[in-house]
């Protein structure tokens, strides 16, 4: 049983494209948090949300708690944004659960 | 820059031989963590430390021990290598306050023959 699923697990889009990628949790939790693995492997957090939605350039995160559910939207994709982007559920500020990832390739 | 840095960044043991991953960041973080990563599977935590003097087990610990030399270093050991311990390790600190997300280290690779 995974507590934090993704979806799509492979996403190719071209340049330009509007992006959406989907966490649902079956967990309580305080936070949520997105992250961005690059092919190198270093990982970078994108945002923590707990309520409402969150943006920061061309990323754009929401949360519906209610649902258990969030989703991370890039506007205008770029090549360089192709990653793996890695949703965590909170639970308690040292419990996370971590879904398996979302491989995101955006073609020129 | 500040950051998490994780050394080494890639290591090949032989079954039984022991060895330290090392972890040091230098933005005042209390929280610390040790995580590994596999092909199909999300982040594991194998250790955390919650504040310097404290070491807590995450879902995956066996086979692992910790160290939190201090509030900077967070020090994890395989005392006798095991193949199915091959995989990516991940060092992250986590701060307080408004931004409460992580920071990770680049990652060691480590294979175990």
């Given amino acids: 049983?995974?507590?934090?699923?993704?979806?799509?697990?492979?996403?190719?889009?071209?340049?330009?494209?509007?992006?959406?990628?989907?966490?649902?949790?079956?967990?309580?939790?305080?936070?949520?948090?997105w992250l961005q693995q690059h092919p190198g492997g270093g990982i970078v957090s994108l945002f923590m949300l707990s309520s409402g939605k969150k943006k920061h350039g061309r990323l754009i995160a929401t949360i519906n708690i209610q649902e258990k559910h969030s989703s991370l939207h890039i506007t205008a994709s770029h090549p360089r944004d192709s990653a793996v982007y890695i949703c965590a559920a909170d639970q308690s500020g040292n419990q996370f659960y971590f879904g398996t990832g979302t491989s995101l390739t955006v073609i020129p | 820059?500040?950051?998490?840095?994780?050394?080494p960044k890639f290591q090949v043991l032989k079954t039984?031989?022991?060895?330290?991953?090392?972890?040091?960041?230098?933005m005042n973080h209390n929280s610390m963590y040790w995580y590994r990563q596999d092909p199909g599977m999300g982040l594991r935590l194998i250790y955390y430390s919650a504040s310097e003097g404290t070491t807590d087990k995450g879902e995956v610990p066996n086979g692992y021990n910790v160290s939190r030399l201090n509030k900077r270093e967070f020090s994890l050991r395989l005392e006798s290598a095991a193949p199915s311990q091959t995989s990516v390790y991940f060092c992250a600190s986590r701060g307080t306050g408004d931004f409460y997300g992580?920071?990770?280290?680049?990652?060691?690779?480590?294979?175990v023959v």
């Fill in chain 2, 1 to 7: 820059n500040a950051g998490v840095t994780q050394t």
């Fill in chain 1, 1 to 33: 049983k995974n507590e934090v699923e993704q979806s799509p697990q492979n996403l190719t889009a071209q340049e330009g494209e509007f992006i959406t990628i989907n966490c649902s949790y079956s967990v309580g939790i305080s936070a949520l948090h």
């Fill in chain 2, 102 to 111: 992580y920071t990770f280290g680049s990652g060691t690779r480590l294979t």
């Fill in chain 2, 16 to 26: 039984g031989q022991s060895m330290t991953l090392q972890c040091a960041q230098d």
